[in-house]
């Protein structure tokens, strides 16, 4: 086996001081007893060894000093290349790192804090990363503060959420927090803050998702035996019709309502259906332009001349997969909730266009598959929705419009565009206006 080589006697920063120890004394008894051996054999005059002797005591004096020196620098040389190792290790981390006192003021941080925070590393010396993190979470965050700093060498983690600075908009880190107060290399509190954003979205909208699903799974169910009775009841109603036709009394206008009631019924089935995804739907390849602007004629009869209309479509065509009528109803819809937000008038508009989305982009948004998408992009500045109501606005049943709204409009235009293989999302700001941006695969034959 072959013997390490020299310098890594000095890689261990415990071991390299006794390493130190031994090796100088080895050389300095081999040069003691060999030269002393070799003298006596070689000089023969007691003078003449005593002046020998005195040249060998400055001789070892210079070497002495050569070795140490040479010992030295080759471990000051190893100390160095452990924190060239540590500090590269740092600054190419994703995590940021901070080195702070027991006030939370930051004595140490990484490069990766123009990435985590938008901020550069040389700005946040000095400053307290308690003022970051946001109010909701700060009592939480001193409580796990105080637990940490008050004993040494203890550990503690811990989720908040603190601004970035350059576009004020709040990130949620991952924190892992250990007390080195008591270590005089660290002296303070090492905090590693990684950026968990992205992932805590990513598994609200894959918990929406399956919050969805479960509500088309019930909704289907419901649906299901809600049909099974109506078609007991229209049935009987339209027998009993024709029956007293020809009786001595006409109860047939009673029966007329219940049979609108119950076809009224029928209808709230089938939309239900079509947000569970279970009803059917024929597909054909469509350019989706002439859908969108015979939508849109159809919408100047139904918003009033308060709201102004426009339409932008002046896009190459773009060919789609899709059963028109169900893409009108969905618009339609979106129509019919941007009239109802802009009750004094406004601005509507709706946009065609293409767009290339990416496995990265398909992945953040949470959408489909890489590929060609045509974008219908519905825009108004009506009332806008607060945040609290963003993640219940696609559910069945669920409505801003207070008895006035069935809470179904923006379920099935849901239901439709998921049933299209498509994505449909939502921003919304109150006083603002609501967006809805639909994206439907492009027509793979029209390539």
């Known amino acids: 086996m072959a013997l390490p080589r020299f310098r890594q006697w000095f890689d261990d920063p415990q071991a390299s001081p006794r390493r130190i120890a031994l090796f100088y004394l080895a050389v300095g008894a081999a040069w003691i007893v060999l030269s002393d051996r070799l003298l006596a054999l070689v000089v023969a005059s007691p003078r003449v060894l005593t002046d020998v002797q005195t040249v060998k005591g400055w001789l070892w004096v210079g070497l002495s000093a050569l070795l140490i020196y040479a010992l030295v620098a080759e471990s000051l040389a190893a100390l160095r290349r452990r924190e060239g190792w540590f500090r590269a290790l740092i600054e190419q981390a994703q995590d940021l790192v901070l080195v702070v006192d027991s006030m939370t003021a930051v004595r140490y941080a990484s490069p990766s804090a123009r990435d985590v925070l938008g901020r550069d590393a040389a700005t946040l010396i000095g400053t307290r990363c308690v003022d970051w993190v946001h109010p909701d979470d700060q009592p939480a965050f001193g409580q796990a503060w105080e637990q940490l700093r008050a004993t040494p060498g203890a550990q503690a983690q811990f989720e908040l959420r603190c601004r970035q600075a350059h576009d004020a908009a709040w990130r949620v880190l991952e924190i892992a927090a250990r007390n080195l107060s008591t270590d005089p290399a660290v002296g303070g509190i090492v905090v590693d803050a990684r950026d968990i954003t992205e992932r805590r979205r990513l598994e609200h909208h894959l918990s929406r998702v399956e919050h969805l699903e479960a509500l088309g799974q019930l909704s289907a169910g419901v649906a299901h035996d809600f049909n099974n009775v109506l078609s007991v009841v229209l049935a009987n109603a339209d027998l009993a019709r024709s029956e007293s036709s020809s009786g001595p009394t006409r109860p047939s206008g009673l029966l007329d309502d219940v049979i609108a009631a119950a076809r009224g019924g029928a209808q709230m089935v089938t939309k239900l259906l079509g947000f569970s995804r279970q009803a059917a739907i024929v597909r054909a390849p469509h350019e989706l332009g002439p859908i969108v602007e015979e939508t849109v004629g159809l919408a100047r009869r139904l918003i009033p001349e308060t709201i102004e209309l426009q339409l932008d479509a002046d896009t190459p065509p773009a060919w789609v997969s899709v059963d028109a009528t169900a893409i009108q109803q969905m618009l339609l819809n979106l129509v019919t909730n941007a009239r109802d937000a802009m009750p004094g008038g406004g601005r509507f508009a709706v946009e065609l266009d293409g767009v290339s989305l990416d496995e990265t982009t398909c992945e953040v948004q949470g959408g489909g598959g890489a590929g060609a998408y045509a974008r219908v992009t519905v825009m108004d500045t009506g009332k806008g929705n607060p945040p609290e109501f963003l993640p219940h606005i696609f559910d069945p049943f669920f409505s ?47 390539e």
């Open 400 to 446: 801003t419009k207070g008895e006035g709204g069935t809470g179904l409009g923006l379920s099935v235009s849901y239901g439709i565009i998921k049933n299209h293989r498509g994505e449909i999302r939502l921003e919304s700001k109150v006083g603002v206006g609501t967006t809805f941006t639909i994206e439907l695969p492009l027509w793979k034959g029209a």
